[in-house]
């Protein structure tokens, strides 16, 4: 008899692991995509995608900033019109082109209609049915002359978006109204892609909210609903800013395709509005390594800025002839008193009054400029709540707080002294800017001047600050949070757009 040594085995079974709970189902997919997209570019994605189309639908057609004139150098560029083509005008010197008919008396309602509101509670809209009404007529084969001096100003390339809207428009056969909604939505979905391109960039940092609480104030989302050439121009100002944020601030390598988009806004942002060509030829002073230059490659930024500046300067000099048609914006007794030449004049003369002049603006207007940074919206002039500026700040105040560490080596004092000049001087462009093209001679302030101005400029602005101020939210341990401040971000963002958004349909709709 053998008795056996070997020790017995004990066969243990593993409990099956758990069933993934309903919620963990449902959120999968936003979480695959956050990760793949970056959290950021997603809620940006939903949020500016949700309420983008809503201002697009709750804006009653011409409503938006200088929608009328800006839809008329938008019609004219969709049908080839790429320089300004003067006009008879009995007035004075304009510029302009044709439109169809059709759509022409819904301009005429539109302007009639916002014009001539009731006092508060009543609706600003009159009649809801009468937008139905003309936006049902077909796109009219016959066409009239309009005037657009102010946009005429602008070259082609802002107006790309809605002037593919309007030809899309065209070709499917729709009616005014519907041919109006494709253009406005055209101009959210280059809004969507530009933007989310310049955060999808920052995935990987921190960083990524402070582009996204700019990105969805809700000024930018109503613009980015409306036809306007600031939608474009927005959109790459922010993208711009985003770039120059990863490359030089944070101090990370653009991949290539990230370069040749920053290369390419550093062309396309001069064209699109004046004001900012300084913010797009910053790209010359980020390190040509963070570029993926090196050795006798260093050139090329400063090539495409070279290029950049002298498209700039060439359309500068093809539209300024526009300048002397500006007046016709302004009430019928101040005609032929915007002289930019005068201003200039002025201006190198009398240095001391123009500072005056600029004290007065300040003292008079800042409040102004300051609630409109979040959001005057439209012709409509519906100031968002105070609710929704709150909200923003509280999103702005926490988005800086998780920002990243600004880097030193990258973002040397020199460097970083440049772009904190560069913004100065960009805001100096807007006063001046609309000082010779907008106001009146000897007026008592810089007219004209709008808080969505300053928009483009905020993201830069705020990096210098982060680099020389390094305060950030930490926890108890000394870490710096982001799940929960990333939420903050969004719900307050969220919370602003919603009180936004009601307030313009109460006030608009009834």
């Not at 006798?296 to 950049?308: C, D, E, H, M, N």
């Not at 805001?427 to 008592?444: E, G, H, K, N, W």
Request: charged residues 15%; hydrophobic residues 50%.
């Amino acid at each position: 008899m053998t008795t056996s040594t070997e020790p017995e085995t004990t066969v243990i079974e593993k409990s099956p692991a758990p069933a993934p709970s309903t919620s963990d189902r449902v959120l999968a997919p936003v979480r695959a995509l956050t990760r793949r997209f970056g959290a950021a570019t997603v809620a940006f994605a939903v949020i500016a995608t949700v309420f983008g189309a809503l201002f697009a639908v709750l804006t009653p057609p011409f409503w938006g900033h200088d929608e009328l004139t800006q839809f008329g150098r938008a019609y004219q560029v969709a049908h080839g019109g790429v320089l300004p083509q003067r006009i008879d005008d009995d007035r004075g010197v304009a510029f302009g082109g044709q439109i169809p008919v059709s759509v022409d008396e819904l301009m005429g309602y539109a302007f009639r209609d916002y014009n001539d509101n009731p006092e508060e509670p009543g609706a600003m809209v009159a009649d809801p049915g009468a937008y139905d009404r003309l936006g049902a007529a077909e796109i009219s084969s016959t066409t009239q002359q309009m005037w657009f001096t102010n946009t005429a100003a602008y070259s082609p390339v802002p107006y790309v978006p809605a002037a593919v809207g309007i030809r899309l428009g065209e070709a499917l056969g729709l009616n005014v109204g519907g041919m109006y909604l494709l253009t406005r939505l055209a101009g959210l979905v280059a809004y969507l892609g530009v933007v989310g391109f310049g955060l999808y960039a920052l995935r990987e940092r921190r960083s990524q909210w402070l582009v996204f609480t700019v990105a969805v104030l809700p000024i930018a989302l109503f613009q980015a609903g409306t036809v306007t050439a600031d939608t474009l121009t927005n959109a790459l100002a922010i993208m711009v800013s985003a770039l120059l944020l990863k490359a030089l601030f944070v101090g990370d390598r653009l991949r290539p395709v990230e370069t040749g988009a920053l290369l390419a806004a550093t062309i396309a942002l001069p064209l699109s509005k004046p004001t900012y060509v300084l913010l797009a030829m910053l790209v010359v002073i980020v390190p040509a390594d963070r570029l993926g230059f090196t050795g006798k490659l260093k050139w090329i930024p400063w090539a495409f800025a070279a290029v950049g500046g002298a498209l700039f300067l060439t359309w500068t000099k093809i539209a300024s002839a526009t300048g002397d048609g500006m007046s016709l914006m302004r009430p019928p007794h101040q005609w032929g008193q915007v002289r930019p030449a005068d201003q200039l004049k002025g201006i190198l003369g009398d240095p001391a009054q123009f500072v005056h002049t600029f004290g007065e603006s300040i003292a008079l207007r800042d409040h102004r400029w300051f609630s409109q940074f979040f959001g005057e919206l439209g012709f409509a002039y519906v100031d968002v709540p105070a609710v929704s500026m709150l909200a923003c700040l509280i999103a702005f105040a926490v988005s800086f707080g998780i920002a990243d560490r600004m880097s030193t080596v990258t973002a040397t004092f020199r460097r970083t002294l440049i772009v904190a000049l560069t913004v100065l001087a960009s805001v100096a462009m807007i006063y001046v800017t609309l000082y010779m093209s907008f106001t009146p001679v000897d007026f008592y302030l810089i007219d004209g001047v709008q808080g969505r101005y300053f928009v483009p400029l905020a993201i830069v602005g705020l990096a210098v600050v982060a680099r020389w101020v390094p305060l950030r939210l930490t926890d108890a341990e000394g870490v710096i949070p982001t799940r929960g401040t990333a939420i903050t971000v969004t719900c307050a963002s969220l919370f602003a757009l919603i009180a936004a958004a009601a307030t313009y349909y109460t006030v608009v709709w009834g």
